[in-house]
């Protein structure tokens, strides 16, 4: 079982940055692929980026690509999303989530990940 606790969201205004963090309670952190996701109200939640466990292969979604970075840290146990020209509609709950195995293949698939983070609030104001 592996704990994923969130922190790092806030309120900020149109063009403004916020990094999030996700802290992961298990030592084998390093063999899980990472993602972060948002969920708007009344939208589906969708993934914005995934990292593999080296940190050398990232995925993003085109509304997130030259905005926001996904990186790791695994001797913190800890994945980051830095967020950097922040839109209104970037406005959402962001999950941080982990798929177990290798730690080799990305996906961006929300049934492919096996834990989940409670969730952290960003909201953007215009």
């Known amino acids: 079982q592996v704990q994923l606790v969130e922190s790092g969201g806030g309120l900020v205004q149109a063009g403004g940055s916020l990094r999030l963090s996700c802290a992961a309670s298990r030592r084998t952190f390093d063999k899980y692929v990472m993602g972060w996701f948002r969920q708007a109200p009344g939208k589906e939640r969708e993934c914005v980026a995934a990292i593999t466990w080296s940190g050398d292969s990232t995925v993003y979604a085109d509304s997130v690509k030259g905005r926001f970075t996904i990186s790791r840290d695994n001797a913190k146990n800890t994945v980051y999303l830095q967020m950097n020209s922040l839109k209104p509609e970037d406005t959402a709950v962001y999950y941080c989530?982990?798929?177990?195995?290798?730690?080799?293949?990305?996906?961006?698939?929300?049934?492919?990940?096996?834990?989940w983070g409670q969730g952290t609030q960003v909201t953007v104001s215009s």
């Open positions: 989530a982990a798929k177990r195995g290798r730690g080799v293949v990305l996906t961006t698939t929300r049934s492919e990940y096996d834990y």
